[in-house]
């Protein structure tokens, strides 16, 4: 299998990983690509929208959602990935992240084609993810969070709210360089939304550079959250793109790495400019993206 993580330069610019969620009851777009043939659409405009790597996710982690089964999960995934392996154009050589807890689905998604797992539990769901993904010599992202899906949004009391989740991410770190992860395939996500209120998201984002000294490439979910809608008073998730760009700008101001995004198209531009102004002038011009 390729390595395509080889081929990201952290610190030169901001990576966009598509959000192609193949649930029927994800937040903001359950339900419309859980077909083989919508999610393959999506998949390829994204794609051509200039996504960078495709995180493909069979369990809503939405606050709230049902916990599904194994094997539905499974059923979800494995055909998507499968299917873009097997295209003859562009979505046969993205980057497929997988958004699993699961150290099963992990193995199964690799042994498929994909090449990165997104852990929204940090391997804590899971006591065999570690383990798993360092036989499979795949990157992993470790994400904070706190109780699960049904209960995160009743765990948001923090004495330190920064302090706490450095301190959670840097043990993660830790615990899975000790299974036998290898650190530069090693990915933090602060998990904003996740046991965090309106105030910690915004809190979050204003101290993102904070995790830099962690020395793992930092990835950022804010794209359509319940935030950015309570600043607008905008109800409707799709309704949020603007307000999402805003929050896209903010996060690659503190050095964010990757942003997972709905809307590829507009948030690819956001970051082209973003980077440009914040980061490095010659981010586009150097043939590391056309």
Wanted: aromatic share 6%; hydrophobic share 40%; charged share 25%.
């Amino acid at each position: 299998m390729h390595n395509y993580y080889q081929n990201f330069a952290w610190g030169k610019r901001t990576y966009i990983m598509g959000i192609l969620n193949v649930t029927p009851d994800s937040f903001s777009d359950g339900g419309d690509f859980n077909t083989l043939e919508t999610s393959l659409k999506q998949a390829k405009k994204m794609v051509e929208s200039g996504a960078d790597m495709i995180d493909i996710g069979g369990q809503s982690t939405r606050p709230g959602a049902e916990v599904v089964s194994l094997e539905e999960e499974i059923n979800r995934v494995l055909p998507i990935i499968k299917l873009l392996r097997n295209q003859q154009n562009i979505c046969a050589e993205i980057p497929i992240s997988v958004d699993t807890t699961r150290a099963v689905v992990a193995q199964k998604a690799v042994e498929v084609g994909a090449n990165l797992i997104n852990d929204i539990s940090g391997g804590t769901y899971d006591s065999d993810m570690f383990s798993v993904v360092a036989a499979l010599k795949v990157p992993i992202v470790l994400m904070h969070i706190r109780g699960t899906s049904k209960t995160m949004q009743q765990l948001t009391d923090y004495q330190d709210l920064i302090g706490e989740i450095y301190q959670f991410l840097e043990s993660r770190i830790e615990a899975a360089i000790t299974a036998g992860i290898e650190r530069d395939k090693i990915i933090i996500d602060p998990g904003i939304g996740f046991a965090k209120n309106y105030e910690q998201n915004l809190e979050i984002i204003r101290n993102l550079s904070k995790f830099r000294s962690l020395n793992c490439p930092i990835l950022v979910g804010l794209s359509r959250k319940s935030f950015i809608g309570k600043i607008l008073n905008q109800p409707d998730a799709k309704q949020r793109v603007w307000g999402t760009a805003a929050g896209c700008v903010a996060a690659i101001a503190e050095s964010v790495d990757i942003l997972r995004v709905h809307d590829v198209k507009e948030m690819s531009e956001v970051c082209r400019v973003a980077d440009v102004i914040f980061r490095n002038k010659e981010a586009y011009n150097s043939g590391v993206r056309s």
